[in-house]
């Protein structure tokens, strides 16, 4: 993804005061955030082709039942970008090759119809997976749950083709253990902390997201989380009582914050600012000088502070 730029004025300047009234003095810093599969085909087994004895069938589909679940929960269970994109790549492969095995094959006459219906839809799932490896690809979708969302009807369809072929002869063919979920767009508040630090400094940071997507902000001191907040788009929010030190800045921008895994779960971005910022406090015998800074994460006039994308895995999460 291609970082855009901006570039503003910067003004510091110093608070003074008699020693017992400390006045605050600003400077800013602003930057900009920049921030298919293909058809498996319905082939079946000819019609003159001999069916399987039921034993034989059953052998088939009972070596690629396990494959082909573990996909589909590997799937579910990826956590962050880099692991999703990897797993619905690999499911795809994994299911993508069963449906064409299984589609040559001529089952026992009393199950052909379920056996239609299942390859089928195994096929549906695996054209819909190729999509779906897109959208993964692009961050339109960026966790397991948004996977499983887009991917909700296909999945279903799936788990209950699989059931009817079960229960038409005990055959292994039910290979969705998960649940689908609905496409959600969860917010937190404004200010609302996603991970509260210790405050106490004398200094402020105001963070305006004049950006269509909320954002949470995480404000790094060395190796350690300082705080993380959550930013809603069109809104600014001052953390106050930052103590003294450098910082490093990053943030995500996305839609639907999942609590759970600390994320946004579609239409994520990741970016962190490339200078550090630096709170200090200087306390003389007349005069309580101190830093405020104030980021913004979307285009401005003027802005001198640069950004840079930041790879999902190195995120501070």
């Known amino acids: 993804m291609s970082c855009v730029l901006a570039l503003a004025t910067l003004t510091l300047g110093a608070c003074s005061s008699p020693a017992p009234t400390p006045e605050g003095g600003s400077s800013s810093v602003s930057g900009v955030a920049g921030g298919t599969g293909g058809d498996p085909g319905t082939a079946s087994a000819s019609p ?8 034989a069938y059953k052998a088939e589909l009972d070596g ?29 492969e994994a299911l993508a090759g069963a449906a064409e ?18 390859v089928t839809s195994l096929q549906d799932f695996v054209t ?15 966790t397991s749950s948004a996977v499983l969302a887009d991917l909700n009807a296909k999945l279903k369809a799936l788990d209950e083709a699989g059931e009817a072929l079960q229960k038409a002869g005990g055959y292994p063919a039910d290979v969705v253990d998960v649940k689908a979920v609905r496409k959600q767009t969860r917010r937190l508040g404004n200010g609302s902390f996603v ?16 950006a269509p997507r909320d954002a ?5 001191r060395g190796r350690s989380k300082a ?26 921008h996305g839609v639907d914050w999942d609590g759970r895994s600390k994320a946004f779960t579609r239409e994520c971005s990741f970016e962190r600012f490339q200078k550090s910022v630096t709170f200090r406090t200087t306390v003389t015998a007349t005069q309580i000088r101190w ?3 104030r980021v913004t994460l979307h285009a401005i006039t003027g802005g001198n502070a640069r950004t840079a994308p930041v790879d999902p895995g190195s995120f501070p999460g």
Not at 48 to 55: D, F, I, N, Q, V
Not at 101 to 118: F, I, N
Not at 195 to 210: H, P, Q, V, Y
Not at 216 to 220: D, I, L, P, S, Y
């Open 48 to 55: 003159g082709a001999s069916a399987l004895t039921p034993e």
């Open 64 to 92: 690629r039942h396990k494959p082909m679940a573990a996909a589909i929960s590997a799937l579910a269970g990826a956590r962050g970008v880099k692991a999703l994109d990897q797993r619905v790549t690999k499911a795809e």
């Open 101 to 118: 095995s299984l589609a040559a094959l001529a089952p026992p006459a009393e199950v052909r119809t379920q056996h239609d219906a299942y």
């Open 128 to 142: 819909a997976l190729g999509t779906t490896s897109g959208k993964v690809g692009a961050r339109a979708l960026c």
């Open 195 to 210: 991970r509260k630090g210790s405050f106490g400094g004398r200094s402020s940071l105001e963070i305006d997201n004049g």
């Open 216 to 220: 949470v902000v995480t404000v790094m």
């Open 227 to 252: 705080f993380s907040v959550y930013v809603r788009r069109k809104a600014t929010f001052k953390v106050k009582g930052v103590r003294d030190g450098s910082y490093k800045i990053y943030f995500t």
């Open 291 to 293: 830093h405020d800074w």
